[in-house]
């Protein structure tokens, strides 16, 4: 059976693409069959770490014009990971960045449609984990992949704006929609988080990633397939397993 | 006639009754309504589907996931009664978010795509 996870957060920069990359690396480097998709069509990641070559993207996909399967690209081969490696991008052009903004809501509804439509797909296909790498708050395309998810991963970090901004969106989108979450702390500053916790906001906190400068600079590399003894790629292997055992 | 038989059989003469009850509904709310003439249907997006109240977000939602269906197939994956779907559907038509349409005896629902 086929699980999506959607990683999504309250504010911006909390870490999202990069935990959704490395989760992915790391399923696939397990053996699993992982699909990473970026839905974060405003402001693209994806794009920038794999540099692609690629003539349909994720946007033809929610648009209805392309079907999934070829929307996505196998990069298996090129990370030599254990099970299939898919990534699906959106297309960082800002007139096609600029064209979705305007999308009226009979298109994101339909969107919404396109995105279960590709899930169903890509169960299909023997894709066993897809991640969507969402962009940060009340988006569409965030909360459409939201609502296409088993689980929500919630990247928290230690600003009380963020955690403000999380007990909002539990409350007014996650637990209305009936998703199962948990949450991760990226970025922490032990004298700023206090005493870890087990719960907040009655959901688990599966991980607690410090703050660390050479995730930072090496933003260029997956560190779960190039430098799997790193605490950050230990810590995500960590969130992998638990996510395997609490809510798989 | 056993009992199971007889139980049966009243079980679906009753479902008959509300398909033919759907039907008739159905021909009422697709009769054209001049109040609102002119008025673009409802599309149901996601922040629309937010913000219906918690059984017609669970229903709606449901149709989202399997698609066009009837109200027993809807019913199925709410673990709801089929009566108890079909009137949360019906109201879901009624808002112009859901269109219902007839393929032979059955009445199927899917998501309106105006």
Same mark, same amino acid.
């Given at each position: 059976?086929?699980?999506?996870?959607?990683?999504?957060?309250?504010? @911006?920069?909390?870490?999202?693409?990069?935990?959704?990359?490395?989760?992915?690396?790391?399923?696939?480097?397990?053996?699993?069959?992982?699909?990473?998709?970026?839905?974060?069509?405003?402001?693209?990641?994806?794009?920038?770490?794999?540099?692609?070559?690629?003539?349909?993207?994720?946007?033809?996909?929610?648009?209805?014009?392309?079907?999934?399967?070829?929307?996505?690209?196998?990069?298996?081969?090129?990370?030599?990971?254990? @099970?299939?490696?898919?990534?699906?991008?959106?297309?960082?052009?800002?007139?096609?960045?600029?064209?979705?903004?305007?999308?009226?809501?009979?298109?994101?509804?339909?969107?919404?449609?396109?995105?279960?439509?590709?899930?169903?797909?890509?169960? @299909?296909?023997?894709?066993?984990?897809?991640?969507?790498?969402?962009?940060?708050?009340?988006?569409?395309?965030?909360?459409?992949?939201?609502?296409?998810?088993?689980?929500?991963?919630?990247?928290?970090?230690?600003?009380?704006?963020?955690?403000?901004?999380?007990?909002?969106?539990?409350?007014?989108?996650?637990?209305?929609?009936?998703?199962?979450?948990?949450?991760?702390?990226?970025?922490?500053?032990?004298?700023?988080?206090?005493?870890?916790?087990?719960?907040?906001?009655?959901?688990?906190?599966?991980?607690?990633?410090?703050?660390?400068?050479?995730?930072?600079?090496?933003?260029?590399?997956?560190?779960?397939?190039?430098?799997?003894?790193?605490?950050?790629?230990?810590?995500?292997?960590?969130?992998?397993?638990?996510?395997?055992?609490?809510?798989? | 006639?056993?009992?199971?038989?007889?139980?049966?059989?009243?079980?679906?003469?009753?479902?008959?009754?509300?398909?033919?009850?759907?039907?008739?509904?159905?021909?009422?709310?697709?009769?054209?309504?001049?109040?609102?003439? @002119?008025?673009?249907?409802?599309?149901?997006?996601?922040?629309?589907?937010?913000?219906?109240?918690?059984?017609?977000?669970?229903?709606?939602?449901?149709?989202?996931?399997?698609?066009?269906?009837?109200?027993?197939?809807?019913?199925?994956?709410?673990?709801?009664?089929?009566?108890?779907?079909?009137?949360?559907?019906?109201?879901?038509?009624?808002?112009?978010?859901?269109?219902?349409?007839?393929?032979?005896?059955?009445?199927?629902?899917?998501?309106?795509?105006?």
């Amino acid at each position: 059976m086929t699980f999506a996870l959607a990683v999504h957060s309250s504010k @911006g920069g909390t870490g999202k693409t990069s935990i959704a990359v490395n989760l992915a690396a790391a399923y696939a480097l397990d053996g699993k069959n992982v699909c990473l998709l970026d839905v974060d069509i405003r402001g693209p990641s994806l794009c920038s770490i794999f540099k692609p070559d690629t003539y349909f993207w994720i946007n033809d996909m929610l648009s209805g014009d392309r079907e999934i399967k070829d929307t996505i690209h196998d990069v298996s081969e090129r990370f030599g990971t254990k @099970g299939k490696f898919f990534v699906g991008y959106s297309n960082p052009d800002i007139n096609q960045i600029r064209e979705l903004a305007r999308k009226d809501r009979s298109w994101q509804s339909n969107a919404l449609k396109n995105i279960i439509k590709g899930k169903k797909e890509l169960s @299909g296909k023997n894709i066993d984990v897809i991640i969507f790498d969402t962009s940060p708050g009340v988006e569409y395309e965030s909360i459409n992949a939201v609502a296409a998810s088993d689980i929500v991963l919630i990247v928290h970090n230690s600003s009380i704006a963020c955690h403000n901004c999380t007990d909002q969106l539990i409350k007014g989108i996650y637990s209305p929609l009936n998703k199962q979450c948990a949450i991760v702390d990226n970025m922490c500053h032990p004298n700023v988080l206090g005493p870890s916790e087990e719960k907040r906001f009655g959901i688990n906190v599966i991980a607690q990633i410090p703050c660390m400068c050479n995730v930072a600079t090496r933003n260029n590399e997956i560190l779960s397939l190039t430098d799997p003894d790193h605490v950050f790629s230990k810590a995500i292997c960590s969130m992998k397993n638990k996510i395997e055992d609490f809510y798989m | 006639m056993s009992e199971k038989e007889l139980l049966e059989e009243i079980l679906e003469n009753l479902q008959q009754m509300n398909e033919k009850l759907d039907s008739f509904i159905g021909k009422k709310e697709t009769a054209p309504d001049q109040s609102k003439k @002119g008025n673009i249907a409802e599309s149901l997006d996601i922040m629309t589907l937010l913000s219906l109240p918690d059984h017609l977000r669970t229903t709606a939602t449901t149709l989202f996931e399997i698609g066009p269906a009837t109200a027993e197939e809807v019913s199925k994956v709410t673990l709801k009664e089929r009566a108890v779907e079909s009137n949360y559907l019906n109201q879901l038509v009624r808002m112009e978010h859901v269109e219902k349409y007839r393929e032979g005896r059955k009445v199927y629902f899917r998501i309106n795509e105006k």
